[in-house]
């Protein structure tokens, strides 16, 4: 088969830009463009029913309600505590040194695809890296003549950080959050194998984080930084996105080491398992 450059069908993954501006935060013009994503997920032909059922309601709700409840929401959610984080190695690092240089290496692979951000922007931001992701599709076309998109490479992007997206859904599932199912379609699309009854049952102990206690004990025991580095453990609030044409043109896939997430779950568990003994 002959890969073309120029592609000539529709690129299906697309969904993953509408996904992606569904967690982030929200805004006026989404806010008001009920009929439009409504219609977008019936369209689509990746997500299974049961997840165009999902993110129709999801849609029917949040445009339903007043957009300043929607954002006080989504604040309470995602910007309070660290178990909700938007940022992929915030559940991987933490803090530790070793997210620094995740970030240093994941922009790196940015740049060997073509894809420039700003230096103040965390690339490990998911709004951001759907956006990515949604690009990279190849349009192939066989010896007839027929055109056909090939997601394999895009799937491979979601696998690598599909146990991250299922820990999101889960916790948001515990908080009978509609936004789970946000997180419910990103692991689907990935066709990753991930058994969420266990997964649930290994984050059932956590202690929650977005309480008024827990961020009070967070500042107590956080020090205070000021001068340059002061936000280097911060998160971004830039709104810049990779264009459609910043395509990644060699599969050099993020290694996410599912070890390593299983890690944190137990490190998580166990401490929320001593806040309650």
């Given at each position: 088969m002959t890969q073309v450059m120029a592609p000539a069908t529709t690129n299906e993954m697309q969904i993953l830009n509408l996904i992606s501006a569904f967690i982030d935060y929200p805004t006026e013009e989404l806010h008001q463009a009920q009929a439009e994503l409504v219609q977008l997920i019936a369209d689509n032909s990746l997500l299974s029913a049961e997840d165009k059922s999902g993110l129709t309601a999801f849609v029917d709700g949040r445009c339903n309600m007043d957009l300043l409840d929607w954002q006080s929401d989504y604040d309470a959610l995602f910007e309070r505590g660290r178990s909700l984080s938007l940022l992929l190695f915030e559940h991987i690092h933490g803090e530790s040194r070793d997210?620094?240089?995740?970030?240093?290496?994941?922009?790196?692979?940015?740049?060997?695809?073509?894809?420039?951000?700003?230096?103040?922007?965390?690339?490990?931001?998911?709004?951001?890296?759907?956006?990515?992701?949604?690009?990279?599709?190849?349009?192939?076309?066989?010896?007839?003549?027929?055109?056909?998109?090939?997601?394999?490479?895009?799937?491979?992007?979601?696998?690598d950080v599909s146990h991250i997206f299922a820990l999101l859904k889960v916790r948001l599932g515990q908080r009978d959050s509609d936004y789970e199912a946000l997180f419910t379609a990103l692991v689907h699309l990935s066709q990753a194998d991930i058994q969420f009854d266990e997964l649930a049952a290994q984050v059932k102990g956590e202690k929650r984080d977005d309480t008024k206690e827990a961020i009070d004990k967070v500042w107590e025991e956080e020090m205070v930084k000021f001068g340059p580095d002061a936000s280097d453990s911060g998160c971004s609030d830039a709104t810049n996105r990779p264009s459609q044409s910043q395509r990644r043109d060699q599969d050099v896939p993020i290694q996410f080491i599912e070890a390593v997430v299983e890690e944190t779950l137990e490190k998580e568990t166990a401490k929320s398992t001593a806040g309650v003994n």
């Open positions: 997210r620094g240089q995740a970030m240093i290496d994941l922009i790196e692979q940015y740049k060997q695809a073509g894809l420039s951000i700003d230096v103040r922007e965390l690339p490990d931001y998911i709004p951001l890296f759907l956006e990515f992701v949604a690009t990279q599709v190849s349009t192939q076309t066989d010896e007839q003549g027929n055109i056909s998109q090939n997601y394999d490479n895009a799937r491979l992007w979601l696998q």
